[in-house]
């Protein structure tokens, strides 16, 4: 009976090539990170900028760490996360809805279309004004304006997906005897994910960018706020390590959210391909 | 019993670019009796596709009727699977989530339909993979599933669209062999469309063949040939050869090179290779 052991042994070394990939993938993801910290240290002290006009590696790492001990950086993490997380949501229950029917439908599409195009240029923070005429100083004006950034770009790509379905499997689905709501949920959504990923990480791109945008007019607490702040009492420092928080968090998002989600879904069904990493 | 009856059929397209009426199929009568496997054959782009789209309900008639099990056709239903040559599976459900997919659209309970969707899997021969997902079969496998998918329905006619056309020369004779043996067990009632003339004289009780566009029906070229049906034994009866020989006789006279030219050849096309599994 050796049949086990090998079969343990396999295990044992697809464990450790399993446990190897991870460090390489660490290395390839931190690695430029660490080059670009390196050049920018090198960079500030060769060249002896004065600190307001750009901080030093050092002074951003002790801004981090005031923001961290005062209890401000959760502030603005909290009230960040919170407007992001609306937005977003919002965004996903009226776009993928919306971008689903135009896709199912030849007249819907034809109608909405050229406005759809018209909107995506203008998605976003050009509409900062209006929002704030609209909804006031605050929350509710920056929830818009998340929701807006994304709202387009998710319509697009759920209408592109469901076009991109084959209409022989809509065709077997539909001579299965599969009513109109059925044919939302087990057809249209998944057949479109592909591209419904696409535009789920080019919407998240756009909203996060458009939320930090659009706290320049929130009142009280936020990432964008911080930055804008800190702009006013030239503390280049808290500036620069504003900025680092809000890409670290996209990273994270990106890695905690968009990637599992398209390992669990597109890539286990093979339907790779539509996708950009 | 008649499972489908198809009574003076005619469609008239309107050429989206030159404006003009376009007819594809001008008067096609015939019917398939229940249990039946009936071949619809004719020179390419004759218009037997258009003809099986119309019995599914995805494509309207201009005239004539379709009638499946007493009622006139009027848009897709259950009662009329189809088998497509793209597979049209369902790459985010798995093996068993497409063969009960039907039957959870009838809202069958989930013990039920578990348990037919297992045994027509097993019918099919694709038992042990009800939890890979579609992709990771070979194109043979896929097109059983197809199959499985239609059959685990029990439609009043199964609709077949090339389904092995796309598929190498070996596998394909391993699934018609296979697809005899469904039948010849089962007895669904099979409209099978096809342009390969082997292919539709070993699996047919009846062939139908259309003439070249607009499409009438030829001739209906009785098989009486012994089932269960072999490829080894079957290609050699003399009665094989005579009504292949007469089915490519009527599509010669309409098209200069006989349509099914190379059907069933052993295997000179390489395309995916060994992807089938030893069982069956």
């Given at each position: ?105 030849r007249v819907l599409s034809a ?167 | ?250 599509l010669g006279d309409d098209e ?25």
């Amino acid at each position: 009976m050796t049949a086990p052991t090998a079969r343990r042994r396999a295990l044992l070394t697809a464990r450790r090539r399993g446990l190897l990939s991870t460090a390489t993938g660490a290395l390839w993801f931190f690695g430029p990170l660490a080059a670009l910290v390196a050049a920018w240290a090198v960079a500030v002290r060769v060249s002896g900028v004065e600190m307001r006009v750009f901080p030093q590696v050092t002074d951003v790492l002790g801004a981090l760490g005031d923001l961290w001990s005062s209890g401000d950086l959760f502030r603005h993490l909290g009230a960040s996360l919170r407007r992001a997380g609306l937005g977003m949501a919002l965004a996903l229950v009226t776009g993928l809805p919306f971008g689903v029917a135009l896709g199912a439908s030849r007249v819907l599409s034809a109608f909405f279309l050229p406005l759809l195009r018209f909107s995506v240029a203008l998605a976003g923070i050009a509409w900062i004004p209006i929002a704030t005429l609209w909804f006031g100083y605050g929350d509710r004006a920056v929830i818009f304006i998340v929701w807006n950034a994304m709202f387009f770009a998710l319509t697009y790509n759920a209408m592109l997906g469901v076009r991109q379905i084959p209409v022989e499997v809509l065709r077997a689905a539909r001579s299965m005897g599969t009513g109109r709501l059925r044919m939302f949920w087990e057809v249209l959504l998944p057949g479109a994910l592909p591209s419904i990923v696409t535009g789920l990480r080019v919407g998240l791109g756009y909203g996060w960018r458009g939320l930090v945008a659009a706290e320049i007019i929130a009142t009280n607490a936020g990432l964008g706020y911080a930055l804008f702040q800190a702009q006013k009492y030239f503390q280049t420092d808290v500036i620069i390590a504003s900025m680092v928080i809000i890409g670290v968090l996209w990273l994270l998002m990106d890695r905690l959210l968009l990637a599992p989600l398209e390992r669990r879904t597109v890539e286990r069904w093979g339907m790779t391909g539509a996708g950009d990493r | 019993m008649t499972a489908l009856k198809i009574d003076r059929l005619r469609k008239v397209y309107t050429d989206t670019y030159s404006g003009e009426e376009v007819t594809a199929i001008d008067d096609v009568s015939f019917s398939v009796r229940k249990g039946e496997f009936v071949s619809v054959l004719g020179p390419s782009g004759c218009g037997k596709t258009t003809v099986l789209n119309i019995v599914a309900g995805f494509v309207r008639q201009s005239g004539g009727t379709v009638v499946v099990d007493g009622r006139p056709v009027d848009g897709p239903g259950p009662d009329r699977g189809v088998v497509f040559q793209s597979h049209a599976l369902f790459p985010w459900k798995t093996v068993l989530g497409n063969v009960v997919f039907g039957l959870r659209m009838r809202k069958v309970p989930r013990a039920e339909r578990n348990a037919r969707g297992e045994e027509f899997l097993k019918l099919v021969g694709l038992e042990g993979f009800a939890h890979r997902y579609p992709h990771e079969l070979s194109g043979g496998m896929q097109q059983r599933l197809g199959v499985a998918r239609v059959l685990a329905n029990e439609p009043a006619v199964m609709l077949m669209d090339e389904p092995f056309a796309s598929i190498d020369a070996q596998t394909r004779r391993r699934l018609q062999e296979d697809l005899t043996g469904i039948f010849e067990t089962r007895r669904p009632t099979v409209f099978f469309v096809t342009h390969d003339v082997d292919e539709a004289v070993f699996l047919s009780d009846r062939i139908v063949v259309l003439s070249r566009r607009p499409s009438r029906v030829r001739e209906i070229v009785d098989v009486a040939l012994p089932r269960p049906r072999r490829w080894q034994e079957a290609a050699e009866l003399p009665e094989f050869r005579r009504i292949a020989n007469r089915v490519n006789e009527l599509l010669g006279d309409d098209e200069g090179a006989g349509a099914g030219a190379g059907a069933g050849d052993g295997g000179a096309r390489g395309g995916e290779a060994g992807g089938e599994p030893d069982a069956a």
